[in-house]
Nanobody, 124 residues
Framework: QVQLVESGGGLVQAGGSLILSCRVSGRTFSSYTMGWFRQAPGKEREFVAGISRSAVTTYYADSVKGRFTISRDNAKSTVYLQMYSLKPEDTAVYYC?????????????????WGQGTQVTVSS
C-alpha cells in the first residue's frame, strides 16, 4: 500500500512563501515520477509541477513558473514544493501524486496514488 502525506500548508500573506512536503511510504520512492496538483474553490484540479524519478527533469505550469520549485530527496522518500511570491490566486488545496510511469506527465489520470491534500491560503 502506497501512502502519500502532505504537510506545510497554511495561511500566508501575498508575496510570502511556503514549502510543502510530501512523504511517500510503501514502495521504492525512486520508482515514481512525482507531481503536485492544486484545486481552488469552484475550479477543477490542475497540474502545478512535476519531477522525474531521478530529478533530472522538472516541469511547471505557466502560472507558477519562476515562482515555484519542485525537488525531491529520494533518500528521504520526500518531494517538496517551494512556493515564493505567493498570490491570492494560488489559494487552493495542494495535492501530491505519484506515477509509476517512466515519462513525466501533467495528466492527472496517469498518477496512481494521491495524498489527502494540504490547504494553502494566500491573503491579499
Amino acid at each position: 500500500q502506497v501512502q502519500l502525506v502532505e504537510s506545510g500548508g497554511g495561511l500566508v500573506q501575498a508575496g510570502g512563501s511556503l514549502i510543502l512536503s510530501c512523504r511517500v511510504s510503501g514502495r521504492t520512492f525512486s520508482s515514481y515520477t512525482m507531481g503536485w496538483f492544486r484545486q481552488a474553490p469552484g475550479k477543477e484540479r490542475e497540474f502545478v509541477a512535476g519531477i522525474s524519478r531521478s530529478a533530472v527533469t522538472t516541469y511547471y505550469a505557466d502560472s507558477v513558473k519562476g515562482r515555484f520549485t519542485i525537488s525531491r530527496d529520494n533518500a528521504k522518500s520526500t518531494v517538496y514544493l517551494q512556493m515564493y511570491s505567493l498570490k491570492p490566486e494560488d489559494t487552493a488545496v495542494y495535492y501530491c501524486a505519484a506515477d509509476y510511469g517512466l515519462v513525466l506527465t501533467t495528466a492527472q489520470y496517469e498518477y496512481e496514488y494521491w495524498g489527502q491534500g494540504t490547504q494553502v491560503t494566500v491573503s491579499s
